[in-house]
């Protein structure tokens, strides 16, 4: 059996006296969507804020590992930016953070910069009109009209980022989040405030990047109708405990879910 | 008559412009009225009773007009602002032509201020609202701030359009300027000094108006490039010359630059302002107590001069130098010696210095690390999703813009020949800033018109002394009402799809 992507053990994360996750454990597999799920206040977003560094844990140890290379990351040791480019994990929020004057294209040339700054010999080069730089853009450019193509926003691309749609700003920020070539995608409440068919889009986008990008997802989420479709595995937290963990259908009749989160089965249906 | 005129009320206009005369006359009192003098033995109070009634009636009539204005009286306020204004121009234009005596008592007869400048401006605003009346299609309407930042930015962005024509063409007008003015000592005295706050806000814009961290202390790497220069030419055994210490002076700086900000740049916003500010007074009052180092309040005196190739700006050259003159009419064609050549030369350096912190801006807007710097200013912690190292992008940003302050600095110490603590006080930090401010952060071209509106303005208004600062405020303020944003606010993208579409590969 082939190690996972990311193992999470034991991770406790205290703040003073209030012990927001507690010795929760799970995997997030390769090319599968990871759902992790509670009521709100649960610690779901303290775990992401943990994975990509914006929180040391206090106890605990997550591990990941790049199947390519069999390289294996401590992400607990890596300072929040050094998580994002070495081990390659990238995340949205759960409140949109663009770059709200730059353009929507511009935004996904920032998520490419430590390949671009290597390519423009960390600027000195590329100030006199190095070549190899001029060429890396125009590569970086290629990538981010494949987003933009993906997510449909390549008619708004010299936009502002601040003057798209709520939906729109959602789907650039994945695709800016796809831009840094993750190995492990982290998506916070990506389908808040979307309507159902921008809801369905998304699916089949996260569907898009799972399969042919081979890369895993894991993902907060409120909205069911999303987590059931198109989740591979589920964990659920309640009060910052793991209370189940499993594939979608277990889930739906695991009777502590139900109880914590879900409802009764007829409203959960 | 225009269609949309309203029925005036006569007591709530009255009532408004005596709020607005009473607000002038109780400004005009004590900005204006009062003056304690220096009489031999005492001092005497003088007052300015008629300029205190003139500035009253003025802004009366004027609050009047802009009333009528408001209400759609166009015809009466194109009318009576015109009539105003050719009065005034007939009266005061023979001050300006001839001089005489009969003609600066009819000026002052017609308008009892001291200095011709604010007679000048009383006419002004005259011809503008006659201006405003004929013109305008539309009443006067209050805007709210952001209909007038819209307003703004699609100004600024017409004005980038043309900055592509308008960038050359001031370009050439600086190249050209010596040229035309370069026998006026005091005219280039004046340029060399809005160019050195130019290249100062152009410094200053990469921190402020790019990565967006609120220097308040930026002074403190001119002081140093200033200080580095003057100790390193006039230490007996060292004297280098200008050239040869002109990088270093910037390299210097740039290093404190990064020593300060490695402890500053964790703080964000106000926090950072107020810990700039700090430093900004540290290295000043060092310099000011290092006595032994640097002389201390006395400052650093003979400064040499930067040279051509070697060739001295001197009537008389120092030993083992020639005099440019001399050189000049041996080997080309005759010249006399004169002082202005000197300053032209200055001139040229420092025009030099800034096209140079100005390409560096350009370029650099368009490297991942000037979008690294703008994505930070947006927001930090998506910055650190991306695995944008913050320390690092911070700063450069702040070692380029404190390298830039520092060749600024070297090129003061050697155009002042004389550097002092007093020259890098908080005010010059804040006057740099409201360049980088006034013009609209980020805009090249604002900085260059804010340090004209700024430096040149107060020149101006040089003659009418203690005021001149007011001069200062009041455009502050208008530009605060008018442009909230800066005078060129529009941030034009780095990297079009559009334009990108046709040049990259397949």
Same mark, same amino acid.
């Given at each position: 059996?082939?190690?996972?992507?990311?193992?999470?053990?034991?991770?406790?994360?205290?703040?003073?006296?209030?012990?927001?996750?507690?010795?929760?454990?799970?995997?997030?597999?390769?090319?599968?969507?990871?759902?992790?799920?509670?009521?709100?206040?649960?610690?779901?977003?303290?775990?992401?804020?943990?994975?990509?560094?914006?929180?040391?844990?206090?106890?605990?140890?997550?591990?990941?590992?790049?199947?390519?290379?069999?390289?294996?990351?401590?992400?607990?040791?890596?300072?929040?930016?050094?998580?994002?480019?070495?081990?390659?994990?990238?995340?949205?929020?759960?409140?949109?953070?663009?770059?709200?004057?730059?353009?929507?294209?511009?935004?996904?040339?920032?998520?490419?910069?430590?390949?671009?700054?290597?390519?423009?010999?960390?600027?000195?080069?590329?100030?006199?009109? *190095?070549?190899?730089?001029?060429?890396?853009? %125009?590569? #970086?450019?290629? $990538? +981010?009209?494949?987003?933009?193509? /993906?997510?449909? =926003?390549?008619?708004?691309?010299?936009?502002?980022?601040?003057?798209?749609?709520?939906?729109?700003?959602?789907?650039?920020?994945?695709?800016?989040?796809?831009?840094?070539?993750?190995?492990?995608?982290?998506?916070?409440?990506?389908?808040?405030?979307?309507?159902?068919?921008?809801?369905?889009?998304?699916?089949?986008?996260?569907?898009?990047?799972?399969?042919?990008?081979?890369?895993?997802?894991?993902?907060?989420?409120?909205?069911?109708?999303?987590?059931?479709?198109?989740?591979?595995?589920?964990?659920?937290?309640? *009060?910052?405990?793991?209370?189940?963990?499993? %594939?979608? #259908?277990?889930? $739906? +009749?695991?009777?502590?879910?139900? /109880?914590?989160? =879900?409802?009764?089965?007829?409203?959960?249906? | 008559?225009?269609?949309?005129?309203?029925?005036?009320?006569?007591?709530?206009?009255?009532?408004?412009?005596?709020?607005?005369?009473?607000?002038?006359?109780?400004?005009?009192?004590?900005?204006?009225?009062?003056?304690?003098?220096?009489?031999?033995?005492?001092?005497?109070?003088?007052?300015?009773?008629?300029?205190?009634?003139?500035?009253?009636?003025?802004?009366?009539?004027?609050?009047?007009?802009?009333?009528?204005?408001?209400?759609?009286?166009?015809?009466?306020?194109?009318?009576?602002?015109?009539?105003?204004?050719?009065?005034?121009?007939?009266?005061?234009?023979?001050?300006?032509?001839?001089?005489?005596?009969?003609?600066?008592?009819?000026?002052?007869?017609?308008?009892?201020?001291?200095?011709?400048?604010?007679?000048?401006?009383?006419?002004?605003?005259?011809?503008?609202?006659?201006?405003?009346?004929?013109?305008?299609?539309?009443?006067?309407?209050?805007?709210?701030?952001?209909?007038?930042?819209?307003?703004?930015?699609?100004?600024?962005?017409?004005?980038?359009?043309?900055?592509?024509?308008?960038?050359?063409?001031?370009?050439?007008?600086?190249?050209?300027?010596?040229?035309?003015?370069?026998?006026?000592?005091?005219?280039?005295?004046?340029?060399?000094?809005?160019?050195?706050?130019?290249?100062?806000?152009?410094?200053?814009?990469?921190?402020?108006?790019?990565?967006?961290?609120?220097?308040?202390?930026?002074?403190?790497?001119?002081?140093?490039?200033?200080?580095?220069?003057?100790?390193?030419?006039?230490?007996?055994?060292?004297?280098?010359?200008?050239?040869?210490?002109?990088?270093?002076?910037?390299?210097?700086?740039?290093?404190?630059?990064?020593?300060?900000?490695?402890?500053?740049?964790?703080?964000?916003?106000?926090?950072?302002?107020?810990?700039?500010?700090?430093?900004?007074?540290?290295?000043?009052?060092?310099?000011?107590?290092?006595?032994?180092?640097?002389?201390?309040?006395?400052?650093?005196?003979?400064?040499?001069?930067?040279?051509?190739?070697?060739?001295?700006?001197?009537?008389?050259?120092?030993?083992?130098?020639?005099?440019?003159?001399?050189?000049?009419?041996?080997?080309?064609?005759?010249?006399?010696?004169?002082?202005?050549?000197?300053?032209?030369?200055?001139?040229?350096?420092?025009?030099?210095?800034?096209?140079?912190?100005?390409?560096?801006?350009?370029?650099?807007?368009?490297?991942?690390?000037?979008?690294?710097?703008?994505?930070?200013?947006?927001?930090?912690?998506?910055?650190?999703?991306?695995?944008?190292?913050?320390?690092?992008?911070?700063?450069?940003?702040?070692?380029?813009?404190?390298?830039?302050?520092?060749?600024?600095?070297?090129?003061?110490?050697?155009?002042?020949?004389?550097?002092?603590?007093?020259?890098?006080?908080?005010?010059?930090?804040?006057?740099?800033?409201?360049?980088?401010?006034?013009?609209?952060?980020?805009?090249?071209?604002?900085?260059?018109?804010?340090?004209?509106?700024?430096?040149?303005?107060?020149?101006?208004?040089?003659?009418?002394?203690?005021?001149?600062?007011?001069?200062?405020?009041?455009?502050?303020?208008?530009?605060?009402?008018?442009?909230?944003?800066?005078?060129?606010?529009?941030?034009?993208?780095?990297?079009?799809?559009?334009?990108?579409?046709?040049?990259?590969?397949?």
């Amino acid at each position: 059996m082939n190690r996972p992507l990311l193992e999470v053990e034991h991770l406790t994360i205290r703040f003073g006296g209030l012990v927001a996750v507690n010795d929760v454990s799970f995997t997030a597999q390769d090319r599968r969507i990871t759902a992790v799920i509670g009521p709100n206040g649960a610690g779901k977003t303290t775990v992401f804020n943990c994975l990509t560094g914006f929180y040391k844990p206090t106890i605990g140890r997550m591990r990941l590992m790049h199947a390519a290379t069999g390289r294996e990351f401590l992400l607990e040791r890596m300072e929040g930016f050094r998580i994002a480019a070495e081990a390659r994990v990238a995340r949205t929020f759960q409140n949109i953070r663009l770059f709200p004057k730059m353009t929507v294209l511009e935004n996904l040339i920032v998520a490419q910069h430590n390949r671009l700054m290597r390519a423009s010999g960390y600027t000195v080069l590329g100030l006199f009109g *190095y070549q190899g730089y001029r060429r890396a853009e %125009a590569a #970086a450019i290629d $990538r +981010a009209r494949y987003w933009l193509d /993906r997510t449909g =926003l390549t008619p708004r691309a010299d936009d502002a980022a601040e003057s798209l749609p709520y939906g729109g700003q959602r789907r650039l920020e994945i695709a800016r989040a796809m831009c840094t070539e993750p190995v492990l995608l982290c998506l916070d409440e990506p389908a808040a405030g979307l309507n159902p068919r921008e809801s369905d889009e998304l699916n089949a986008l996260l569907r898009y990047i799972r399969d042919e990008h081979r890369i895993g997802v894991l993902l907060i989420e409120h909205d069911m109708s999303v987590v059931m479709q198109i989740s591979d595995h589920i964990v659920v937290l309640d *009060y910052g405990r793991k209370i189940a963990d499993g %594939a979608p #259908a277990a889930i $739906r +009749a695991d009777p502590a879910v139900i /109880r914590a989160y =879900l409802g009764e089965p007829e409203e959960a249906a | 008559m225009t269609p949309d005129v309203r029925p005036l009320d006569y007591a709530a206009m009255a009532k408004e412009a005596g709020l607005t005369a009473f607000v002038v006359l109780m400004l005009a009192v004590v900005l204006v009225g009062l003056e304690l003098r220096d009489v031999p033995g005492a001092l005497a109070l003088y007052t300015r009773v008629p300029d205190v009634v003139a500035a009253c009636v003025i802004a009366f009539i004027g609050r009047i007009a802009v009333i009528l204005l408001r209400e759609g009286y166009r015809d009466a306020v194109m009318i009576g602002g015109g009539i105003a204004s050719v009065i005034l121009l007939i009266g005061l234009l023979p001050e300006v032509l001839f001089g005489t005596q009969t003609a600066v008592k009819i000026a002052n007869r017609l308008m009892p201020f001291e200095a011709p400048v604010v007679r000048w401006c009383v006419f002004a605003a005259a011809l503008i609202l006659a201006a405003r009346a004929a013109i305008g299609r539309r009443r006067l309407r209050v805007q709210d701030v952001n209909a007038r930042v819209a307003a703004a930015d699609r100004a600024g962005a017409r004005m980038q359009h043309i900055a592509r024509y308008a960038g050359p063409a001031l370009g050439f007008a600086a190249v050209a300027l010596p040229i035309v003015y370069g026998h006026d000592q005091q005219a280039m005295s004046v340029a060399i000094l809005v160019m050195t706050y130019i290249m100062l806000g152009w410094g200053l814009n990469i921190v402020v108006g790019l990565a967006g961290l609120l220097d308040l202390g930026y002074v403190a790497f001119y002081a140093v490039g200033a200080y580095t220069f003057a100790l390193l030419a006039t230490t007996e055994g060292i004297e280098w010359s200008f050239w040869l210490c002109l990088p270093m002076a910037g390299a210097l700086a740039g290093l404190v630059g990064v020593l300060l900000g490695f402890p500053v740049l964790r703080l964000r916003g106000d926090y950072l302002a107020i810990v700039t500010l700090g430093f900004g007074e540290i290295i000043r009052v060092v310099i000011q107590n290092w006595a032994s180092f640097t002389k201390g309040p006395n400052g650093i005196t003979g400064i040499p001069r930067p040279t051509l190739f070697g060739l001295s700006w001197e009537e008389e050259a120092p030993e083992g130098q020639t005099a440019f003159w001399q050189w000049f009419s041996n080997n080309l064609w005759p010249v006399e010696y004169s002082a202005a050549h000197e300053k032209i030369f200055l001139f040229y350096i420092i025009l030099f210095l800034a096209l140079i912190v100005n390409w560096f801006a350009l370029r650099a807007r368009k490297m991942p690390i000037g979008r690294a710097w703008e994505a930070l200013r947006e927001d930090e912690i998506a910055c650190r999703s991306l695995g944008i190292n913050p320390t690092n992008t911070k700063l450069t940003a702040f070692g380029c813009g404190a390298m830039f302050g520092g060749f600024a600095g070297a090129f003061f110490a050697t155009s002042q020949g004389f550097v002092s603590p007093e020259s890098f006080v908080f005010i010059e930090s804040a006057i740099i800033l409201a360049i980088v401010v006034l013009g609209g952060f980020g805009s090249q071209l604002g900085v260059v018109l804010a340090a004209l509106l700024l430096i040149g303005l107060p020149e101006v208004f040089r003659e009418v002394k203690d005021f001149r600062m007011l001069a200062f405020g009041l455009a502050m303020v208008a530009i605060m009402l008018w442009r909230p944003a800066g005078l060129l606010a529009h941030r034009e993208p780095t990297v079009r799809l559009k334009t990108a579409r046709a040049g990259a590969k397949p």
